[in-house]
């Protein structure tokens, strides 16, 4: 299994909270990605990052923002939790945009 | 319309059964092409990839891409209930850095 954690695996939290999850990966990979899971979407891109401190949108990044100040950390923040923001979170890795990516355990948020 | 589409589901079948999960897609540009297996409460993990049109074998699986019409195939043989979990066709372009995926197929193998 590729190297990947997420922390915490799962949160329940209220409105209006921030919150942040955490990606780490172990095999130096240059392209991160955060996903989110919702039934009937499959899975939405949040934000990705190409490299330390290089990040870009993805198509549902709204309520978002990440961080990545080391290679091996990718950070997802919602500022303001809101109740449409409970999902499934992954976190994925890739060494190369056309490359397959590798997922992580996800990272399960409720928000009452 | 997205840009992958992938029937939900449910399909389910008996065990030994051949099975047939496929998707369309709309964008011209893509040229790589995914199967990701997917069991509840996990991650996805990779199955298949695949660049160009064909067929490409692993054991039961066949992944099959046709270009010209914009069809992705994923062929199971000999199902087992261990396959019992969703699966997600992904694509991507040359030039693009994320992959787009379908919304999955749910599939059960009955013993």
């Known amino acids: 299994d590729a190297g990947i954690t997420q922390s915490p695996r799962h949160k329940v939290t209220e409105t209006g909270t921030p919150v942040t999850l955490r990606c780490h990966q172990t095999?130096?990979?240059?392209?991160m990605y955060w996903y989110r899971q919702d039934p009937g979407h499959g899975l939405r891109l949040i934000h990705y990052?190409?490299?330390?401190?290089?990040?870009d949108k993805g198509e549902v990044s709204d309520g978002y923002s990440v961080s990545r100040s080391k290679t091996e950390d990718f950070l997802l923040t919602l500022e303001s939790a809101t109740s449409s923001q409970t999902s499934v979170y992954f976190c994925a890795i890739s060494a190369n945009q056309r490359d397959e990516q590798y997922f992580g355990p996800g990272t399960r948020l409720t928000v009452t | 319309q997205k840009e992958v589409e992938q029937d939900p589901g449910p399909l389910s079948v008996p065990e030994g059964a051949i099975v047939s999960l496929n998707c369309t897609y709309s964008?011209?540009?893509?040229?790589?092409f995914m199967w990701y297996r997917q069991y509840s409460r996990k991650g996805p993990e990779l199955l298949m990839y695949?660049?160009?049109?064909g067929n490409k074998e692993d054991g039961r699986f066949t992944a099959q891409v046709d270009k010209s019409s914009k069809y992705i195939s994923l062929f199971i043989r000999d199902s087992q209930p261990s396959d019992s979990a969703t699966y997600l066709c992904?694509?991507?372009?040359?030039?693009?850095?994320?992959?787009?995926f379908g919304s999955g197929t749910q599939l059960t193998v009955l013993p």
């Open positions: 990052s190409y490299g330390v401190k290089d990040t």
């Open positions: 992904a694509s991507v372009s040359g030039s693009a850095r994320q992959l787009t």
């Open positions: 964008n011209s540009a893509f040229q790589y």
């Open positions: 695949t660049y160009s049109s």
């Open positions: 095999e130096n990979h240059r392209y």
